[in-house]
């Protein structure tokens, strides 16, 4: 029966991505053009979603969705690039036996029009997942990437959905989708 309950949550979670998704893709936003990106105008964000690993060991270790929160903070000019501005962002996810806090930097582009964002970047994770037999419960940093589509619902709040893709920890991927709503200012 929890497995059914938490197959439930992760459907759900998928649901919400599945519609962010569509949204951003159809340009449904209630905000207005603008000729900066939000996020270079309030630089600092914070953010609060839910974590879904994609490997069934990583789920054993945790559970099918785990808590996330995340800070942000808006570099306008790190790299010169039409649209776009960069990212530097510490998260922590945990659960259970299963913690994962990335370290990363990235780039994200808008369309002024739509106040739609998407981008990617690579970081560090520092991961610890204790599960009996296959991994070392030692903290490990593991060079890794993400990809990132959302979507701002006003000038301060947000949502977005995340994939991250950490390289194995001791021969277990840890990666999977991350939902999170934010608020900037």
Request: aromatic residues 14%.
């Amino acid at each position: 029966m929890t497995t059914f309950r938490g197959t439930n949550r992760a459907f759900g979670m998928m649901t919400v991505a599945a519609s962010l998704t569509i949204g951003v893709l159809c340009g449904m936003t209630t905000a207005q053009a603008q000729t900066i990106p939000t996020a270079v105008n309030k630089p600092f964000a914070l953010k609060v979603g839910a974590f879904n690993p994609s490997a069934d060991k990583a789920r054993r270790a945790s559970s099918d969705v785990l808590f996330s929160i995340e800070a942000e903070y808006t570099i306008q000019n790190l790299v010169e690039l039409n649209s776009s501005y960069s990212v530097f962002s510490v998260g922590y996810i945990n659960q259970d036996d299963l913690r994962i806090i990335p370290i990363t930097i990235g780039q994200n582009w808008t369309d002024g029009n739509r106040n739609y964002f998407y981008g990617g970047g690579l970081g560090l994770y520092n991961v610890k997942m204790d599960l009996a037999g296959f991994t070392s419960n030692q903290d490990k940093y593991i060079f890794g990437f993400y990809g990132v589509v959302g979507l701002n619902l006003t000038k301060q709040v947000f949502a977005e959905v995340k994939y991250h893709y950490p390289y194995k920890y001791d021969d277990q991927f840890v990666g999977g989708f991350q939902v999170m709503a934010g608020l900037r200012f």
